[in-house]
């Protein structure tokens, strides 16, 4: 019969297994004489029927120092009360079943009392050892089943190789769902194998390996497992359904258990590219910042995410980060590094097929990713944590070739000037300093000009480029159509700089001539309004004023003509006096300025 143990409260759970133990135990016309304490269950129980079936309960009753011992201690028993139940009931003859999910418990405590057949013929081991190869392992889903039972019943259940039978027979069968699938849908074995624990299942899939399975089949498999444990963290591909909760109590068990499972499944991953959805690894990063998991994790993961950045969108990489007082911001730390290992690669692989960043020679990918970039810049920049410094160090990680056009550039500039309204002058020219205003479209030049927030040297920089396309005969809708490359920005850039310093030259030389002519009219009406003293001396004199007034401007203009600053008619001439036809300006001689 059984009594009750010392805490009534457990002893209420196990009230039902108790209660059906005293009907088959008062069958018995002998009084019990034997207390087994399991946990803190008690059952009262019969010697003699326990010692015919098990080997170590006689042991201990025959090396007992107390000639007649009347209270076992089975604490440690594999299964607990419920296993134990079953095998006194086998000792005992009542009938009992056999199923997948209690046929490793049992077996573990058949092993543990020593309950085989060298001890007894056709005893509890041998019954559940032939339950195992015959029904339990004859399935996929019978074998997953077993396997995670074992989980409670270890180190003794790996010991007796219960574990190791269970996954081998588990990676066999899944690859040969993998390889030629006889259900729908083909992968129902991986939703098979999301109850086991991730121990157990890293073991399956390393088994998998072993026998050869194509890794698009693993990574299928660990795709579907990392969704259905992490479906609070990772609810879907696209990693919008992230939960962040309680992120104070970065210690609880949960978070930890949560942690561990995050690292052990990036361990897993293949190192085949391609294999996983860009979203599903953006989405394990966001886990692994949020349960802040080791340095390795996230690198392991970040590089992962470098190789395939062609194809990452904005919102992949937005990644959420955490204060210590729960404030949310943006891990951008992370997508630096991401950014940057990219770049690196491309470089590596330009200057092995014999490109060249600094002459605009870019991939493809690169312009891709380039654009992306910028976008994620416009996306960052309303957030006030950000600092020119970050901004810019994003912006400058993907080279100026890389961009044939800073239209997006120049959008998240704006953006990021108009959430920061209190930055001043030298800030402002600080944040478009990564922006080429030379590289701009017309509709982005057309509204820096008009852009108050701009520093006054980028609109100058927009206003004057127009100007230059407007007199050497470029069409809007050419420009519109035209992409500037970095050769001809930086002509023009030079252009720029010359063209300025000629124009203040040009305005001085305007000055000295109006001065010229005022000077040559005062001596002409002095001349005019002096009496001339005879016919021929005023002949003389009149002959003598217009050739000396004919050498004069001869030799002003000459002199002046070799500073004309303008040629063939590509600057505006209109305005000059027209007393001054004579002067050469058909074909000044340009003057050469370095560019600081």
């Known amino acids: 019969m059984a009594t009750e143990g010392k805490n009534p409260i457990n002893m209420n759970s196990m009230s039902s297994s108790l209660q059906r133990t005293g009907q088959w135990v008062f069958s018995q016309d002998i009084p019990t004489d034997v207390v087994v304490e399991v946990g803190e269950a008690n059952f009262s129980l019969h010697k003699f029927m326990l010692v015919a079936k098990s080997n170590y309960i006689r042991k201990l009753i025959m090396e007992s120092k107390d000639s007649d011992v009347t209270r076992i201690d089975l604490s440690d028993m594999p299964g607990g009360p419920e296993i134990f139940e079953k095998a006194a009931k086998f000792c005992y003859g009542v009938n009992f079943e056999i199923t997948v999910q209690n046929v490793a418990a049992l077996h573990c405590a058949a092993e543990f009392l020593q309950m085989t057949d060298k001890y007894c013929n056709n005893n509890l081991a041998g019954r559940t050892q032939d339950f195992l190869s015959q029904v339990a392992l004859s399935s996929l889903s019978g074998a997953i089943v077993v396997l995670k039972s074992c989980e409670i019943l270890l180190p003794i259940s790996r010991d007796l190789g219960i574990v190791r039978r269970c996954v081998d027979v588990v990676a066999a069968k899944a690859c040969n769902e993998a390889m030629f699938p006889c259900r729908t849908p083909p992968n129902w074995w991986t939703e098979e194998l999301c109850i086991l624990d991730v121990g157990f299942f890293a073991d399956v899939v390393a088994s998998m390996k072993q ?3 194509k890794p698009s089949s693993l990574a299928s498999a660990i795709i579907t497992y990392t969704e259905k444990s992490l479906r609070d963290l990772v609810r879907d591909h696209s990693g919008r359904g992230v939960k962040f909760s309680d992120t104070g109590d970065n210690d609880s068990d949960e978070r930890s258990l949560q942690r561990d499972l995050v690292e052990s499944i990036v361990s897993l991953l293949p190192s085949d590219k391609g294999l996983f959805p860009i979203n599903f690894l953006c989405s394990l990063l966001r886990c692994a910042v949020f349960l802040d998991t080791s340095l390795t994790c996230k690198n392991e993961l970040e590089k ?9 969108s904005v919102d992949d990489l937005l990644i959420p980060s ?18 940057s290992s990219f770049v690196e690669k491309e470089k590596n692989v330009g200057v092995f097929n014999g490109g060249d960043f600094n002459r605009g020679l870019c991939s493809v990918t690169l312009q891709r990713v380039a654009k992306t970039v910028d ?17 810019n160090a994003i912006a ?3 080279p100026k070739s890389a961009r044939k056009s800073d239209d997006d550039l120049y959008r998240a500039i704006d953006i990021f000037l108009k959430a920061h309204p209190n930055l001043d002058e030298i800030e402002r020219e600080k944040v478009c300093s990564s922006m080429d205003p030379l590289k701009l479209s017309y509709d982005a030049r057309l509204h820096a000009s008009q852009n108050k927030r701009l520093p006054v040297n980028i609109v100058l920089h927009a206003l004057y480029y127009d100007q230059l396309k407007l007199r050497s005969g470029v069409e809007e809708q050419e420009e519109r159509a035209v992409v500037v490359n970095l050769p001809e920005a930086l002509k023009t850039r030079s252009q720029l700089q010359a063209d300025t310093t000629l124009a203040k030259e040009n305005e001085a030389l305007r000055s000295e001539l109006m001065k010229m002519k005022m000077y040559v009219s005062d001596m002409q009406k002095n001349k005019n309004g002096a009496g001339a003293s005879s016919s021929n001396s005023t002949s003389l004199v009149s002959n003598n004023n217009k050739k000396s007034k004919h050498n004069f401007f001869s030799s002003v203009s000459k002199k002046l003509g070799k500073l004309n600053p303008f040629r063939h008619g590509s600057k505006d001439t209109s305005n000059l006096d027209e007393d001054l036809a004579g002067v050469d300006i058909t074909k000044p001689r340009r003057r050469r300025f370095s560019i600081s």
Do not use: C, P, Q, W
């Open 211 to 213: 026998r050869g399975v």
């Open 304 to 312: 992962r995410i470098s190789v395939v950045l062609e194809h990452v």
């Open 322 to 339: 955490f204060t210590y007082d729960g404030e949310r911001l943006l891990d951008l730390d992370s997508v630096r590094r991401i950014i």
């Open 375 to 391: 976008s994620y810049l416009a996306e960052i920049a309303t957030y006030g944590e950000l600092t020119i410094s970050k901004f």
């Open 396 to 398: 400058n990680l993907v």
